[in-house]
């Protein structure tokens, strides 16, 4: 069988660790539960298709989970005290090798042009980066507004002045081209490049029936009263998930990479706990040969010090530096310390993990569902071609034992039980618009580098020291291998 990856660019290459979904992996297998056939036409069409492991999307590594201990590793030199360890477990999921580059957000904003720039320009305005984050009162910055984000000299560098709404606008972008792409490979799709305005690929869109594409060869229909052929459905297992921000506890686990501090092949254990992504708590690597004495990050090492002396340059960088610099962690990540700080997906709040779930813990949940008609048709996309989602009612949730209202960012804390106590948005930055961003950048000492601090801006703000990356969730077994999740001793025998 083909085997595929993609590097950080995009571009194609081999791989041993990846699985394609073959289009022909359908068998004529029995139902365990009614013993009719599947696959067959004879039988009723009833389709299960075989799946032999998720797809790596283009610029993802996977990242497997497991439990760690979240929060502060070293002192709390400001005195927040919003990070208090706790034991979390987080599940498997993807996450790109490096931070998101002005070359990458540029292709998002051409295709946006191409696509909406006629009829809907304030798309695009929308999308652009804030260059001006550049500009200090008392610093020549003007190069770095005028060239940092256009410049080919820039094309690999993080992508900076980008808000918290931007960068999930950019994710959903992504989602829905990769799997425009996938279609393609595949060869159920033509090539489009012509697509302009609601008429563009969108994921939710064609899976529900809302747009149509320009068709190559749909799938065989096995129902016997089909028209012989059908769109892909979710169960085909084709397209990918989305492509999305992620989560406080996936950025932290991700970043201090513990994989590398078990000793031992299968055993439930690690050595330490880490300050750093690296094995170590000194900035420099330790390690004997050119590279000795090197830094491990690109931060500030001290007031004026950004990048060392002439002849001698510490970590290279008076800025950023290319997203691939620096050696990666040990789940092959690049700069989860240093060069930019990076958006997550959660609302913060002081003691969120106080209360938190201890499987994916988050705050941020606003549960919302497919708009539907009277009828319980899905209404129009919109004029973007998006399909509308409306927040679930509290009617709809009243009854229900794990959640009883869609909004629950505020739950448990700065909801109408704490406001008194906290007195979030009146005489506090702190309100549901405040999102955490995770790491050091290019402008911090090294006490931000440590993956359990945290900070917050506002979801519409942008700094030139703030990037992202994303991340996408692990469909199936935690590991990247073919063996199903749990332990399969049937398997094992005679090993």
């Not at 490979?185 to 869109?205: A, H």
């Not at 995770?438 to 993956?451: F, I, M, T």
């Amino acid at each position: 069988m083909l085997k595929r990856s993609f590097s950080s660019t995009g571009l194609l290459i081999l791989s041993s660790a990846v699985f394609i979904i073959s289009m022909n992996s359908c068998k004529k297998e029995k139902s365990t539960s009614t013993g009719w056939n599947y696959n067959d036409s004879k039988w009723g069409g009833y389709e299960v298709r075989g799946f032999d492991g998720q797809e790596t999307g283009p610029g993802l590594t996977l990242v497997e989970g497991g439990s760690f201990m979240m929060g502060n590793t070293g002192q709390n030199l400001t005195y927040d005290y919003d990070n208090i360890p706790k034991k979390l477990t987080v599940s498997s999921f993807y996450m790109d090798e490096t931070e998101v580059a002005n070359v990458h957000y540029r292709e998002y904003l051409y295709w946006l042009n191409r696509t909406f720039g006629s009829d809907f320009p304030e798309v695009v305005k929308r999308a652009l980066p804030d260059s001006l984050v550049w500009r200090d009162e008392l610093a020549y910055n003007e190069p770095y507004v005028e060239y940092y984000f256009r410049h080919p000299a820039f094309n690999n560098y993080p992508v900076v002045g980008v808000t918290w709404v931007q960068a999930n606008d950019y994710c959903a972008w992504r989602t829905d081209r990769v799997n425009e792409w996938i279609m393609i490979r595949e060869g159920i799709l033509d090539k489009n490049p012509s697509q302009v305005g609601e008429d563009n690929f969108n994921t939710r869109s064609y899976l529900i029936g809302q747009y149509e594409g320009a068709i190559k060869k749909n799938l065989k229909d096995l129902n016997p009263n089909g028209t012989g052929e059908r769109k892909v459905k979710m169960e085909d297992g084709i397209m990918l998930p989305e492509y999305r921000l992620p989560t406080e506890a996936e950025w932290e686990y991700a970043a201090l990479s513990l994989i590398g501090n078990n000793p031992y092949k299968d055993e439930e254990l690690y050595t330490d706990r880490k300050i750093y992504p690296w094995n170590s708590d000194q900035m420099r690597d330790p390690k004997h040969g050119g590279w000795q004495g090197d830094f491990l990050a690109n931060f500030k090492r001290g007031n004026g010090d950004m990048m060392g002396v002439a002849g001698g340059l510490n970590d290279n960088a008076d800025i950023t530096a290319e997203v691939t610099s620096f050696l990666p962690n040990d789940f092959g990540l690049y700069n989860m310390a240093g060069n930019v700080s990076e958006w997550v997906s959660d609302v913060y709040r002081p003691y969120t993990f106080y209360d938190a779930s201890d499987f994916n813990a988050y705050r941020g949940n606003v549960y919302t569902k497919d708009s539907l008609d009277e009828e319980g048709y899905h209404v129009d996309k919109d004029s973007l071609g998006r399909v509308i989602r409306v927040p679930v009612s509290d009617a709809e949730s009243a009854n229900r034992l794990n959640y009883r209202r869609s909004d629950v960012i505020n739950f448990l804390d700065g909801d109408s039980l704490s406001e008194v106590d906290y007195n979030y948005s009146v005489s506090s930055l702190i309100n549901d618009k405040a999102r955490v961003y995770k790491g050091g950048s290019w402008a911090d000492r090294a006490y931000y580098l440590s993956p359990g601090t945290r900070r917050y801006l506002d979801e519409n703000l942008a700094l030139s020291t703030i990037g992202f990356r994303c991340a996408m969730v692990r469909l199936g077994s935690p590991t990247g291998n073919d063996f199903p999740a749990g332990k399969q001793y049937e398997k094992q025998k005679g090993k």
